[in-house]
């Protein structure tokens, strides 16, 4: 038996005899498959608060492809037929190819890695317990969806894919999620995998378009809205996104044409009939007057309308659920998403509050010290021995001030992962609960993958943070630590590339955070602090120290060393943790 034949782009899998590639539409047996740029930094929330993990961008796994299984009577089929005569409505290849193409060039551009997803080689196939798993995990992943909650729907979503990567409906669930948070990649890996499995899902068809609208290529939205309005006719969506499209592409008649269809199809479309009543005013009588009814107009005007029953009915599971679940799109949402042109749309998720003075650290009494807080703008160092919480503070810090006062906050864990800092960040009794998206934690996994081996390190770093700084908004920047970022990055002047990063954070308007690792040396009862080029370099120094008041007991205790713009008193404080909130005093012992 012939083996199947797999694509070189796209990795599926196709039939012995067939030229093109039944997915992407490429030729067989052509080059390599090309790679595309680094992986962007991308969130997602984790435990039970709205705190963010940020990772790199990972679709899927390089495979070679699952074999087709074909039974004997279907390898009869094929033998009989010698050409079999295809309609070109059922070979969209062309249109599904020129899309892949064009978000793949888009997100490369864009510097980031777009794949169409590949099932895993030896997969074993789904059991009936691996079905139910499935089916819980989607249940669950529809109730978040119905409230609105498309960031937490995702990973109910990829439990069931990854019970069973065959049903559809996760795949169109999941991609029209991600559309909804703005991560138009991979949402279009989700419609890319539902077409590969249902060639005719209406819903497919319009989340690709929706996608290529995202990322600002409408001449292909067009193409595949076209497409998709010859496979169903009488999908209203469809219309309707095809004249949004065709009214960006200033094509108001032939918008206006779509906008009847929708008419003709819901009568009670009100965002249809605003529309075609808007343009009505616009174009000119004799280019209307040769309209083709609502009923009878179809996407190409040389190609008569089809009849929906010629092809296989839409199941109602998934209209129902989507229509249910997700609803119309908000203004909110559909700018998230990125549907308007880019210079529409702010880089960075704006604060409803505006940016402070001074920003507060929240802890008691500490604040009152500095005049109010730290001023913006500045790049503190909080430095000590270990196990002084210099950590636990920074964490605090950008953690209060993403609950209380809105501000968008990254903290780059480069020693400890996200799971293990969250976990102990809430044994101590900090709350994790802030505004979504509002705190990011960045894991060393994600910081080694990002710096490692880059011609300039600092360059990797400011493409992640401007990723996450793209989609949340950033404000408050902490990194820990100094010492860890130097291996990573691989320092060959300290001095020197301290410089870079420092003037880098102040260019960025935020207020940075940097821990270092500063070990006591005590001589003749003295604290001596050494000659540390960071110390010169920051605009702040909060130094935190273990004091020893008894042979047996020890003390955590801050001093603000440095803080320009702000008098401060320099003597130390006694700092205690209560109740998930840090507090100072002055010190009473020697």
């Not at 990002?450 to 793209?470: F, N, Y």
Request: negative net charge.
């Amino acid at each position: 038996m012939a083996e199947p034949l797999r694509c070189s782009g796209c990795f599926s899998v196709n039939k012995p005899d067939a030229t093109v590639c039944r997915v992407c539409g490429r030729k067989l047996r052509e080059g390599p498959v090309r790679t595309g740029a680094s992986p962007p930094v991308v969130l997602q929330r984790v435990m039970s608060g709205e705190v963010f993990t940020a990772v790199l961008e990972e679709v899927g796994k390089r495979s070679s492809g699952r074999p087709e299984r074909s039974s004997p009577s279907e390898t009869a089929a094929v033998v009989e037929v010698t050409a079999p005569p295809e309609a070109p409505i059922e070979d969209n290849s062309d249109v599904i190819a020129a899309a892949i193409d064009r978000i793949r060039d888009k997100a490369q551009a864009d510097g980031h890695r777009f794949k169409p997803y590949v099932p895993a080689k030896g997969r074993p196939p789904t059991t009936d317990r691996g079905r139910h798993e499935a089916e819980s995990s989607l249940d669950a992943g529809v109730a978040l969806l119905r409230e609105r909650r498309f960031a937490d729907a995702i990973e109910p979503l990829l439990k069931a894919i990854s019970r069973d990567d065959e049903d559809r409906r996760s795949w169109v669930l999941l991609a029209e999620a991600y559309l909804r948070v703005n991560r138009p990649y991979k949402a279009a890996v989700g419609y890319l995998r539902a077409l590969e499995l249902s060639p005719k899902d209406e819903q497919a068809w319009l989340g690709l378009a929706r996608i290529l609208r995202a990322i600002d290529d409408l001449p292909t939205a067009a193409a595949v809205l076209d497409r998709a309005s010859r496979i169903n006719p009488n999908h209203a969506d469809t219309w309707a996104e095809r004249g949004a499209v065709l009214e960006s592409l200033q094509n108001l008649s032939e918008a206006m044409k779509s906008y009847s269809k929708v008419l003709g199809l819901k009568p009670d479309h009100r965002a249809a009939l605003a529309k075609r009543q808007e343009l009505e005013a616009k174009v000119p009588v004799s280019e209307t007057a040769s309209d083709v009814s609502a009923s009878e107009y179809s996407a190409e005007d040389d190609s008569p309308a089809v009849p929906a029953e010629t092809f296989d009915a839409i199941p109602d599971d998934l209209r129902d659920q989507l229509d249910d679940v997700l609803g119309p799109p908000t203004e909110e949402e559909t700018r998230a998403a990125g549907r308007n042109k880019p210079q529409a749309v702010p880089t960075a998720t704006p604060a409803q509050v505006a940016r402070p003075a001074r920003v507060r650290t929240f802890v008691e009494g500490l604040d009152s010290a500095l005049e109010g807080g730290i001023p913006w703008g500045h790049l503190v160092l909080i430095e000590g021995s270990p196990g002084t919480m210099k950590s636990s503070l920074a964490f605090s810090i950008l953690l209060q001030n993403a609950a209380r006062e809105g501000l968008h906050c990254l903290y780059l864990s480069l020693e400890e992962r996200t799971s293990s800092l969250l976990k102990q960040m809430e044994s101590l009794g900090l709350k994790l609960e802030v505004p979504r998206g509002s705190l990011v934690v960045l894991d060393p996994k994600t910081a080694s993958n990002l710096l490692g081996e880059r011609p300039d390190w600092i360059e990797a770093l400011q493409a992640g943070i401007a990723s996450i700084k793209a989609q949340r908004g950033l404000d408050l920047i902490a990194i820990d630590s100094l010492e860890a970022l130097e291996v990573l990055a691989k320092f060959k002047d300290r001095r020197r590339e301290m410089y870079r990063l420092f003037e880098w954070l102040r260019d960025q308007d935020l207020t940075s955070f940097v821990i270092t690792e500063r070990p006591d040396w005590i001589v003749a009862g003295h604290v001596l602090q050494g000659r540390w080029d960071e110390d010169f370099l920051a605009d702040g120094v909060i130094h935190l120290r273990l004091h020893m008041v008894s042979d047996l007991d020890a003390q955590r205790r801050l001093r603000v060393v440095k803080m320009r713009g702000t008098r401060h008193e320099t003597g130390y404080l006694a700092m205690v943790l209560d109740d998930g909130r840090f507090r100072v005093t002055r010190a009473m012992s020697p």
